[in-house]
C-alpha cells in the first residue's frame, strides 16, 4: 500500500513541535495540511505503511493518509481491507478516540477514520507494533476513580496500556516525586509494592498500605514505604532490596530528573525499567530529544521511547528498558 500522504494525531498545541521534531529528525517529511490535533506531510516519493515506524514522540498516532472524505460512510469504504477499525474526531478542544472493544495483535491492519467537521473525514491506515497504543487516536479513555490524590494516575496507567508496559506483583518501583500519590495509588491498585521519595504529606488512601520501616514488607499484599526525603538525600539504604522500576514524577527539568535516575540506576543495579515524566516549558523543547535518550542510552537502557500521551500538557513519558524486556529497538 502507498500514499502520497500520511497523517499524525497529537494533542491539540503540539503541532508545530511535532513539525520540529519531524525537521530535526531529517525524515524529509513536508507539511501539507494542518488542524488542530491533526497534521499531514508528504514527501518526495511515496508513503508506505513501513514509513510509519518513525518514533515521532509529539505523534500519539501515524497512519497512511488515504485521503479526505465528505462523509463517515465514504471514510469508511476507503479502509474495508482493515482487520480492525478505530474512530476519533476532534471535540471538545480535544482529540479524542471513540470506544473501540477490539483487541488488537502485533502487525495487524487498522483503519482509522478521523472526524474533523461534518463534512470532513480522513481515512488512515497502520499496522499495530510494540511500543504503539491499541486504543483509538492513541487516547486510552481511561477515567481517573474519585479517591485518586492526583492526576499521575492516569499518566501511569495510560503508560502502562500505550507501552503494554511488563509490570508485575513482582515488582518494586521506587517513585520520585510520589506526593501526593496517585501513581502509587496506581501500582497498588495493581497489586505492585513501591518506595516513594518525596518530603511531602502522602494521601490518606495511600498511607492505608503504608509500612513504618522498610524490613517490615508483608508477604501477603502491597506495601507502600515512604521516604521523606529530597531525591539527593535518599540512599541506598531508603530503597532497600529489590527495586526493579525507577519512576519520576518530579516537578523538576529534564536534566535534573535525568541525573537523579542515573544515581538510583547505580543505588539500584536491579532496576530493569524507567519511565519519567519529563516536564517541559515550551514543548519545542523536543528539540533536545537526542539529549534525553543519549542520557538513558548512556545508563545501559537499549530500548528507548519518548510519547506524549494524550494526557500530558507540556509533558513527554520516557521510557527505558533493559535487554531482558526488550521487544522492539527504537531509534531516537
Given amino acids: 500500500?502507498?500514499?502520497e500522504f500520511i497523517f499524525a494525531l497529537c494533542?491539540?498545541?503540539?503541532?508545530n513541535a511535532l513539525k520540529l521534531e519531524a525537521e530535526s529528525m531529517a525524515l524529509g517529511w513536508r507539511l501539507s495540511y494542518q488542524r488542530r490535533g491533526f497534521v499531514t506531510f508528504k514527501a518526495d516519493g511515496p508513503f508506505t505503511l513501513e514509513a510509519l515506524d518513525a518514533p515521532l514522540a509529539c505523534a500519539r498516532r501515524l497512519c497512511l493518509s488515504l485521503g479526505r472524505a465528505p462523509t463517515r460512510d465514504e471514510a469508511l469504504r476507503r479502509i474495508e481491507a482493515a482487520a480492525v477499525i478505530h474512530h476519533a474526531r476532534y471535540f471538545e478542544r480535544k482529540m479524542q478516540g471513540l470506544p473501540c472493544a477490539a483487541c488488537l495483535r502485533i502487525g495487524q491492519l487498522v483503519g482509522t477514520v478521523v472526524e474533523l467537521g461534518p463534512t470532513e473525514f480522513w481515512a488512515g491506515l497502520h499496522r499495530h507494533a510494540p511500543f504503539l497504543s491499541p486504543d483509538p487516536a492513541g487516547d486510552s479513555g481511561v477515567v481517573m476513580p474519585l479517591e485518586s490524590p492526583s492526576r499521575a494516575w492516569l499518566k501511569l496507567e495510560e503508560a502502562v496500556r500505550f507501552f503494554a508496559l511488563p509490570l508485575t506483583p513482582a515488582d518494586i518501583v521506587v517513585e520520585l516525586g510520589c506526593a501526593p500519590g496517585g501513581v502509587v495509588l496506581a501500582l497498588l491498585q495493581r497489586g505492585i509494592s513501591s518506595v516513594g521519595?518525596?518530603?511531602?504529606?502522602?494521601?490518606?488512601?495511600?498511607?492505608?498500605?503504608?509500612?513504618?520501616?522498610?524490613?517490615?514488607t508483608p508477604p501477603d499484599k502491597p506495601w507502600f514505604?515512604?521516604?521523606r526525603k529530597p531525591a539527593a538525600l535518599a540512599s541506598k539504604r531508603d530503597l532497600g532490596p529489590g527495586v526493579s522500576w525507577f519512576m519520576s514524577d518530579m516537578n523538576q527539568s529534564p536534566e535534573v530528573v535525568l541525573k537523579e535516575c542515573a544515581r538510583f540506576c547505580k543505588m539500584a543495579p536491579g532496576i530493569r525499567g524507567v519511565l519519567i515524566t519529563l516536564k517541559l516549558t515550551d514543548l519545542l523543547q523536543i528539540s533536545d530529544k537526542a539529549r534525553w535518550i543519549a542520557a538513558l542510552t548512556d545508563m545501559g537502557f537499549p530500548t528507548i521511547r519518548?510519547?506524549?500521551l494524550s494526557v500530558h500538557h507540556k509533558e513527554f513519558a520516557l521510557l527505558g528498558m533493559r535487554s531482558g524486556d526488550v521487544r522492539i529497538a527504537v531509534r531516537p
Avoid: T
Fill in 1 to 3: 500500500m502507498e500514499s
Fill in 11 to 15: 494533542n491539540p498545541g503540539a503541532e
Fill in 197 to 216: 521519595v518525596d518530603p511531602a504529606k502522602m494521601a490518606e488512601v495511600v498511607l492505608a498500605s503504608a509500612i513504618a520501616n522498610r524490613s517490615d
Fill in 225 to 227: 514505604f515512604h521516604c
Fill in 306 to 308: 519518548l510519547q506524549q
